[in-house]
């Protein structure tokens, strides 16, 4: 079984650019969750998506957005990009959003800003 | 969201037993414990996951005390392939999230 895949692994844009990020979770999984990781604040939740809908939203700025197709796939965008956007962005998805699910994760997008 | 106290670091000698404890004293009654762990450049990696009693996997143990206020994580026989990060997480509550403390930094020595 294939494992959940970040598409780039590696990105450079400049400020005020945006960026698209990709996420294909593991077959049959329905949750799509996404964290950023900085060395400064450590791994830090920024959304979930179940079956196309938002569940959970961590506390960053509307800058940061994301979706979830009908096939499960995510994306998620930030616009107006700053400096501090540079991080390491990961994905994991389960089969469900339930608190016993166990998360599986991608090896992340690693993002810098210029 | 409930919160987990781990110490910042850990030392241990391959192939010896690692205990890697977590204080959770404001667990409510439905949260579950999870353990994830980190490798240098890659994404986490789900270690174990229990309730109420212990759990036994094929890359750890989980011993949950009675009052499910703490808990600790056995490595039975460490390696250096054991050196990560390890985070202990409560997940429940109204969202279920995955909150993420400042974990265990667990070095191996050959």
């Known amino acids: 079984k294939a494992g959940v895949t970040q598409t780039p692994r590696y990105l450079i844009k400049t400020r005020g650019q945006q960026v698209t990020l990709s996420c294909s979770p593991i077959?049959?999984?329905?949750?799509v969750s996404w964290y950023q990781q900085t060395p400064g604040q450590g791994l830090q939740f920024l959304f979930e998506?179940?079956?196309?809908?938002?569940?959970n939203k961590g506390n960053f700025p509307g800058r940061f957005s994301g979706r979830q197709f009908s096939n499960s796939r995510s994306e998620m965008n930030v616009s107006t990009l700053e400096l501090g956007d540079s991080a390491l962005y990961l994905c994991?998805?389960?089969?469900?959003?339930?608190?016993?699910?166990?998360?599986?994760f991608g090896a992340g997008t690693r993002l810098s800003v210029l | 969201d409930a919160k987990t106290t781990q110490p910042n670091s850990m030392e241990s000698n391959e192939e010896e037993p690692v205990h890697l404890p977590c204080n959770h004293s404001?667990?409510?009654?439905?949260?579950?414990i999870h353990w994830y762990r980190q490798l240098p450049s890659q994404g986490p990696e789900y270690v174990i996951h229990?309730?109420?009693s212990n759990v036994n996997n094929r890359m750890a143990s989980l011993a949950i005390a009675e009052d499910r206020k703490s808990s600790t994580l056995i490595l039975h026989r460490a390696t250096l392939r054991d050196a990560a990060v390890y985070y202990c997480?409560?997940?429940?509550?109204?969202?279920?999230?995955?909150?993420f403390g400042t974990g265990t930094l667990l070095a191996v020595q050959p």
């Open positions: 994991a998805s389960s089969l469900d959003s339930g608190r016993e699910n166990i998360q599986y």
């Open positions: 077959s049959g999984h329905r949750s």
């Open positions: 998506y179940f079956s196309e809908t938002q569940r």
């Open positions: 404001t667990i409510s009654g439905t949260d579950y």
């Open positions: 229990g309730l109420t």
């Open positions: 997480i409560l997940r429940g509550g109204a969202t279920n999230k995955l909150i």
